[in-house]
Nanobody, 113 residues
Framework: QVQLVESGGGLVQLGGSLRLSCAAS????????MSWYRQAPGKSRELVAA????????NYADSVKGRFTITRDNAKNTVYLQMNSLKAEDTAVYYC??????WGQGTQVTVSS
């Protein structure tokens, strides 16, 4: 079964950290560019970070540069998003996607003050 399953979301205080995971199954994970998107209430979905299949290249939204890090473990078919120095505006549902063809169900991240 082709699927992506996100985990690791939750409630965190301002300035805190979280690590999101996205476990893939049913497809050749290492062949896919993996990305994290987020969608806040009333806003459109936006790209947060992306990583190539070999992990040779990464890309970040300006709003998260220096705070978030995307990595992947192709042996475990998993992509991660380490989020540090979290801000209130990082509150959103976070989704992972494989080449924008396969999407996970999302995980909620809430940053509280």
């Amino acid at each position: 079964q082709v699927q992506l399953v996100e985990s690791g979301g939750g409630l965190v205080q301002l300035g805190g950290s979280l690590r999101l995971s996205c476990a893939a199954s049913g497809f050749a994970f290492s062949n896919y560019i993996m990305s994290w998107y987020r969608q806040a209430p009333g806003k459109s979905r936006e790209l947060v970070a992306a990583i190539t299949g070999s992990a040779s290249d990464t890309n970040y939204a300006d709003s998260v540069k220096g705070r978030f890090t995307i990595t992947r473990d192709n042996a475990k078919n998993t992509v991660y998003l380490q989020m540090n120095s979290l801000k209130a505006e990082d509150t959103a549902v976070y989704y992972c996607t494989a080449n924008h063809q396969i999407w996970g169900q999302g995980t909620q991240v809430t940053v509280s003050s």
